[in-house]
């Protein structure tokens, strides 16, 4: 069965220093990679995707998130961390079964601190 | 506007009481989902459907039913709340291409006493 785990539950970081969220998951074929946003209060917003093709993909809010078939991982990235990109960030794999859900990870939680 | 919308946003219930929570989408997407979310667990997959004529169970569906009343509307119900129900759901749409990608509502925040 499909898993994703996200092996940090918080990260501290400070503002304008660089952020790795790690991200692996356990699928037989190529996945479908996702990441998704939540800040306090609100409902999820989708960061970027991986279907295929070239392993960086780019997203919103000057994240990006490295597909590396090798290492089994999707890790997301930002060069610079803004206060307002404190939240709690969710990796996802898509599964076939039960009509294409999405396998989430257990989320890491982002402080930054001024 | 929302392209998902949930309502309510917050509820509190008692214990036996029944409670729908409903979900409507602009985006006229085929398929949704009724997700929810336990702290430390991610979102894990209550009910979906494919149309309203196709619904399914998800992976944690006891004691929950649902109704696709419409393509762009799809209600959850606990038919006696109980107090692990307690917890943040979420309704999301997909879009028919491959890829798959889920938009999600704003979440329900439920609380039962």
């Known amino acids: 069965a499909q898993s994703v785990t996200q092996p940090d539950i918080h990260i501290t970081v400070s503002e304008g220093a660089s952020l790795e969220l790690r991200c692996n998951y356990s699928?037989?074929?190529?996945?479908?990679l996702f990441w998704y946003v939540q800040s306090p209060g609100q409902g999820l917003q989708l960061l970027l995707k991986?279907?295929?093709?070239?392993?960086l993909v780019q997203g919103i809010k000057g994240f990006e998130a490295e597909f590396k078939r090798s290492q089994s991982s999707f890790n997301l990235r930002k060069p610079s961390v803004h206060w307002s990109d404190a939240a709690e960030y969710f990796c996802?794999?898509?599964?076939?079964?039960?009509?294409?859900?999405?396998?989430f990870g257990a989320g890491t939680i982002l402080r930054v601190k001024s | 506007d929302a392209d998902v919308t949930q309502t309510p946003r917050n509820r509190i219930t008692k214990t036996g009481k029944r409670i729908m929570l409903e979900c409507s989408q602009t985006?006229?997407?085929?398929?949704m989902y009724w997700y929810r979310q336990d702290p430390g667990l991610g979102l894990r997959l209550i009910y979906y459907?494919?149309?309203?004529?196709?619904?399914n169970k998800g992976e944690i569906s006891d004691g929950y039913s649902v109704s696709r009343q419409a393509q762009a509307k799809f209600s959850l119900s606990l038919e006696s709340a109980i107090p692990n129900q307690t917890a943040l759901y979420f309704c999301?749409?997909?879009?028919?291409?491959?890829?798959?990608?889920?938009?999600f509502g704003p979440g329900t925040r439920l609380l039962v006493l």
């Open positions: 999301a749409t997909r879009d028919s291409g491959r890829s798959g990608t889920q938009y």
């Open positions: 699928y037989g074929a190529t996945p479908y």
């Open positions: 991986y279907f295929s093709g070239d392993t």
């Open positions: 996802a794999v898509g599964a076939p079964e039960y009509g294409n859900k999405l396998v």
């Open positions: 985006k006229g997407h085929d398929r």
């Open positions: 459907s494919f149309d309203v004529k196709d619904i």
